[in-house]
């Protein structure tokens, strides 16, 4: 398949997630009296607000948490739910973009690294879908393994998203009327999100060569006890 340089940022659209449902990832870490929170979770930006107090007070009584913690947890998915929707309505750029997507995960025993393509412009795309058929086809087990890695995705694609957004309007600001303005903004799951023309070249294909098949091969570790226990001190410590 060539690549036609003239498709990219030809055509903006109104700011979503780049995939079939629009959903929010939401990244919690809370510590509050000796006690600390995490958790990560998508979350439908079209939902009443109130159900966001009502989930908070769900999840202190569940985890039996410390009062306290019903205001920051409502907090803090209302400030990231108040993020996502400062983008809605505003343009962000659509055409041929494919960008590489980084898994570099731990869930509980089980390690994941894998790097892969993603096409930005496909918002039929199913994040969760992938996760599952990665997690069957690599014989994972754990069931909270395909949720993280469908989280890690979504996470950068949003990151992307909202550089599609600064790229339009800086396009739109642009007096030389200049089709965009090249960016690779580097999400928080580490990933760089760059035009297909500068990976592959304007000549070039997206199959992948034979050299290139190690760099892309998933990884699947299970970790021992002993290597979870320090993997947990070492983040505890780099919290702190």
Not at 17 to 41: C, H, S, W
Not at 86 to 106: N, T
């Amino acid at each position: 398949m060539k690549t036609p340089v003239s498709g990219f940022y030809r055509n903006p659209v109104k700011f979503r997630m780049p995939t079939a449902e629009n959903l929010v990832p939401i990244r919690l870490d809370i510590e509050i009296e000796g006690q600390r929170y995490k958790d990560a979770f998508t979350w439908n930006p079209s939902d009443p607000d109130s159900e966001i107090v009502v989930f908070a007070k769900r999840t202190v009584k569940d985890l039996k948490l410390p009062p306290a913690f019903v205001t920051q947890i409502a907090q803090s998915i209302q400030s990231q739910l108040a993020e996502f929707r400062s983008y809605e309505g505003q343009d962000m750029y659509a055409g041929e973009k494919i960008v590489p997507i980084k898994l570099d995960l731990r869930v509980n025993h089980t390690l994941v690294k894998d790097h892969f393509l993603w096409d930005l412009n496909n918002f039929e795309s199913d994040p969760e879908e992938f996760a599952r058929i990665f997690c069957k086809d690599m014989g994972i087990e754990d069931p909270e393994v395909g949720p993280a890695i469908a989280f890690a995705i979504r996470e950068q694609l949003y990151e992307i998203a909202i550089q599609s957004v600064v790229s339009a309007r800086e396009s739109r600001m642009s007096k030389k009327g200049r089709r965009g303005t090249e960016y690779t903004p580097v999400s928080k799951g580490g990933a760089v999100a760059v035009d297909l023309v500068k990976l592959f070249g304007p000549k070039s294909t997206v199959v992948r060569k034979r050299k290139e098949w190690d760099v892309y091969e998933p990884i699947v570790d299970l970790l021992s006890n002993e290597e979870v226990d320090a993997l947990e001190a070492k983040e505890e410590r780099n919290f702190r």
